[in-house]
């Protein structure tokens, strides 16, 4: 992007003057979004792609940079709406921001949680870094969920990420206390948004979980309204699937980590809302076709 569109202190600044400031953060994060969704074709075990593109040995190097890279834009999301609420939460009024935190929160999670090596000099600085961006991520779709309703049912399944993350790290060892707020410039809300508590969310009955595009009787995360989901479930055994394509696809060249760097979390919970992305939800109201166009402009 040219420099005049960075996203910069000094840019935000004149574009919150020339009240311009919400196009640069939708701007910014649709371009961060769309490399998490070029991110799919390295990740095929968290977003199981409907023909996973398997990579050879020689591309090992590749693999790491380009996941090291999605873990990068699904971070520079959380930065950028983290300070774009320090401006108002009228810059957060956007439909597709809900769903561009949820996917930067599953990202940022799966790679650590997943990917990142427990060896790493730096692993335990990642994992405290990414749970204080998934913290704030959770706390802009409860401030969120008063204009979008999907965003409540969002910020309960990253909230239970994020306890089972506590659960296996422990909460004292993230330092995650009073300051995690002020890190991400969002103190003014948190009088409006109740702290995430250590207890496990309990999920939104006025929200279904069920895909309305899913062919057959279950949606892609496994629920269904005849199967509810069984909340023991994740927490003992991975998903089963029926179907090849919605399985785990592994890497068969590969070894991944001896370790893991938090094993409750398990992929079947990062996999939750799977099929409910922006895409799915705009094509829920439908589109216009060319004879109601026609019909509008004769009429006028």
């Known amino acids: 992007l040219p420099a005049f569109v960075d996203y910069t202190p000094d840019t935000a600044d004149a574009r ?8 640069l953060v939708l701007t910014h994060c649709t371009y961060h979004h769309n490399h998490l969704e070029l991110g799919k074709l390295v990740m095929p075990d968290l977003f199981r792609p409907s023909r996973p593109f398997v990579f050879g040995p020689d591309h090992h190097a590749f693999l790491d940079r380009a996941r090291a890279d999605c873990y990068h834009h699904a971070r520079r999301i959380a930065d950028i709406l983290a300070d774009a609420a320090r401006h108002g939460a009228r810059l957060l009024s956007d439909a597709c921001l809900p769903f561009f935190l949820y996917d930067s929160s599953r ?16 692993a335990d600085v990642r994992m405290r870094e990414a749970v204080r961006a998934v913290e704030s991520n ?5 401030l969120m969920s008063a204009l979008f309703p999907v965003a409540l049912s969002l910020s309960a399944t990253v909230e239970g990420w994020l306890f089972k993350v506590h659960q296996s790290v422990g909460r004292d060892d993230l330092d995650l206390l009073d300051g995690l ?5 969002v103190d003014a809300h948190r009088t409006a948004i109740p ?9 939104s009955s006025t929200f279904s979980t069920q895909n309305p595009h899913a062919r057959g009787p279950a949606s892609w995360d496994g629920t269904s309204p005849a199967a509810p989901r069984d909340p023991r479930r994740s927490q003992h055994a991975p998903v089963k699937s029926g179907l090849q394509h919605e399985r785990p696809v592994p890497d068969p060249h590969r070894p991944g980590p001896l370790q893991s760097m938090c094993d409750a979390l398990h992929l079947d919970d990062l996999q939750r809302f799977l099929s409910w992305d922006m ?5 829920m ?14 009429q006028s």
């Not at 919150?16 to 196009?23: E, F, M």
């Not at 959770?138 to 409860?142: E, F, K, Q, T």
């Not at 109201?285 to 004769?298: A, E, F, K, T």
């Open 138 to 142: 959770a706390r802009l779709l409860r």
């Open 285 to 298: 109201g439908g589109s216009v076709c060319n004879d109601d166009v026609d019909h509008g402009d004769s």
């Open 16 to 23: 919150l003057d020339s009240n311009q400031l919400g196009a």
């Open 279 to 283: 895409y799915g939800v705009m094509e």
């Open 107 to 122: 990202v940022m999670l799966y790679y650590v949680a997943r990917l990142l090596d427990p060896t790493r000099p730096d």
């Open 181 to 185: 707020a002020l890190d991400h410039g």
């Open 195 to 203: 702290p995430i508590s250590d207890q496990p969310p309990c999920q």
